[in-house]
């Protein structure tokens, strides 16, 4: 058979993109001018990134973030749960916690936890017993002021994610012969997990940002010890800046993660997954050699 | 594709295996089921037919209690559905007691409802590991040699999203046979089918009842009532109209309810 002929025709010219184009890098160029003509000692800056105090300060906003979302996660889990329980005790009680701990604001929770000792001056739990101001340290506080607030937000996300599972799931599991709660392990939450883990990552990059309000409670993350430092250098946008480089590290790293956890919960979902970068990647550069060496037509 | 079912639930002698009496079954003001008595005999296939919102559907989810019924009862192999009588008191039954009773209970949806984040075999291990807490190699063996049978032994690693209609449902299929249930419920098996994969699906289970399975099918496949059917009942309104042999049924209706409705579908 004789290959058709193919069409070679002009393409239409774009000239409104060129313009565009022109306007925005114009855009971007002054921006930069302003900035690189501030009072800001930038030589500084890649100097502190690796500094001990700005290291240590991002280790703990890392670890504060990790520790507070499992908290959430967790607890976020059992007051989904509870809100959809037929039980109107447990499903009230876990409205009323997400009513307060979305309602109020971060930082105030934050103090709360950290001056507790107002309300309870000494922590009795029976077999064991302190002052509450031995107990109440800055990570302690950090850590339930960051987490619970957390729960209220991931209560939801998981909720929504559970309800959005089709409910002959549910059905065929219990004609099965599978329990409430085995059901909901095996068959609802796996398939909740994709509706759960987009908002979840966004949450955990937020949660990141967030708990730079942990420097009222004097707990050493980013922030506290960027301001530290400042205090002694008066660097102070400087330390802000390397405070930020670090934030933008630690959010790209855990995007990526995201992205493949994502991809482990679309299993079955789609009939093909979408490819991971490493495979996109390879894919450019299969298609970049194919540039070089063109299939020779027969 | 024949011997289905391996070790076939010995029937027990006499007794049917399943018997409403007066059954009714409301949804708030709705009255869904009016008073539906009838048997169902081990190793026999029993069809249900009727127009939609007749409550074929509804009955057959009672009787693995995915619907309480309101009022009457309904026994299955002699054990009554979701409650136990002790004097002239009615006990709900737990939950764990309710799950033991549907385990003995196949069910086939209309709508598949597989598992979508598992692949054809690990949908059929799922109860046989989760409920019966088999090994995993027992029951993928079983899982394996029920899809050879059912005519998927090629497609055992896919993903329910890969597979056409038919294919889903004759892994539903084999996902129920997997707990070696004494009774299966089809719930219109076919209705979501394109109409070249609804022959994959009744040849499955023609296979499963000549292998002596007991099972209740509510469907719209007249065909299929009529060759492989040993007793039909035509519902309407929540009552059973009429019943009988399916051929004598299908072919010399004695009700004019049934007679309009069969002119409609055959």
């Avoid at chain 1, 946008?237 to 482990?264: D, K, N």
């Avoid at chain 2, 219109?188 to 023609?206: I, K, N, Q, Y």
Wanted: glycine letters at 8%; a positive charge; hydrophobic letters at 45%.
């Amino acid at each position: 058979m004789v290959p058709p002929e193919q069409i070679k025709a002009i393409p239409v010219r774009h000239y409104g993109r060129y313009v565009a184009a022109a306007v925005v890098i114009a855009i971007l160029v002054l921006i930069g001018i302003a900035f690189s003509n501030a009072k800001i000692n930038y030589q500084i800056i890649p100097d502190y990134l690796t500094d001990g105090t700005i290291l240590s300060g991002a280790w703990h906003t890392l670890y504060i973030s990790v520790l507070a979302m499992v908290l959430g996660l967790v607890l976020g889990v059992i007051l989904a749960v509870m809100r959809m329980s037929s039980n109107p005790v447990t499903s009230t009680v876990s409205w009323l916690y997400i009513w307060f701990f979305r309602g109020t604001p971060v930082l105030v929770q934050l103090l709360l936890w950290y001056n507790i000792s107002l309300v309870f001056p000494i922590l009795n739990l029976g077999f064991y017993k302190n002052e509450m101001n031995q107990v109440m340290t800055p990570f302690l506080a950090a850590l339930l002021g960051l987490g619970l607030n957390e729960a209220a937000y991931m209560a939801e996300i998981v909720r929504a994610g559970i309800q959005s599972v089709d409910l002959g799931q549910t059905e065929a599991s219990h004609a099965l012969g599978m329990t409430q709660s085995r059901t909901l392990r095996r068959i609802v939450l796996p398939q909740a997990m994709r509706v759960i883990v987009p908002p979840t990552g966004n949450e955990f990059i937020n949660m990141l940002k967030t708990s730079s309000l942990a420097y009222a409670v004097q707990f050493n993350e980013l922030i506290k010890r960027a301001q530290d430092i400042s205090s002694t250098s008066l660097a102070v946008v400087e330390m802000y800046f390397v405070a930020s480089i670090w934030y933008l590290i630690l959010t790209s790293v855990f995007s990526v993660g995201q992205y493949y956890l994502e991809r482990r919960y679309a299993r079955g979902s789609s009939r093909n997954l979408p490819p991971t970068p490493l495979q996109r990647l390879r894919r450019y550069l299969r298609m970049f050699g194919s540039f070089r060496r063109p299939e020779v037509a027969r | 594709m024949t011997d289905l079912v391996k070790d076939m639930a010995v029937p027990s002698s006499g007794r049917p295996m399943v018997k409403a009496e007066g059954v009714h079954k409301s949804f708030g003001l709705a009255h869904i089921l009016k008073g539906i008595d009838l048997e169902v005999n081990p190793r026999e296939v029993f069809c249900l037919i009727g127009p939609s919102g007749s409550g074929k559907s509804t009955f057959l989810r009672c009787i693995n209690h995915l619907e309480k019924i309101s009022a009457g009862r309904l026994y299955v192999d002699g054990d009554l559905v979701g409650y136990r009588q002790k004097g002239d008191k009615l006990y709900e039954l737990k939950e764990k007691e309710v799950a033991a009773q549907r385990r003995d209970i196949g069910m086939v949806f209309q709508r598949f409802n597989l598992f979508p984040h598992m692949t054809a075999v690990e949908n059929v291990m799922e109860a046989p590991v989760q409920v019966k807490r088999e090994s995993k190699s027992v029951a993928r063996e079983r899982a394996e040699r029920l899809l050879d049978r059912v005519g998927l032994g090629d497609r055992k690693g896919h993903y329910p999203a890969q597979l056409s209609g038919g294919q889903q449902q004759r892994v539903a299929i084999a996902r129920a046979l997997a707990m070696e249930p004494k009774l299966m419920l089809f719930d219109e098996p076919t209705s979501a089918l394109d109409p070249e994969l609804v022959g994959e699906v009744l040849d499955v289970m023609r296979d499963l009842a000549e292998s002596g399975m007991t099972m209740i099918v509510v469907t719209h496949e007249m065909g299929f009532a009529r060759e492989v059917g040993d007793s039909l009942v035509f519902m309407d309104d929540g009552v059973v109209v009429e019943s009988g042999h399916p051929r004598e049924v299908l072919a010399n209706p004695q009700h004019e309810r049934t007679r309009s409705f069969l002119s409609k579908v055959l």
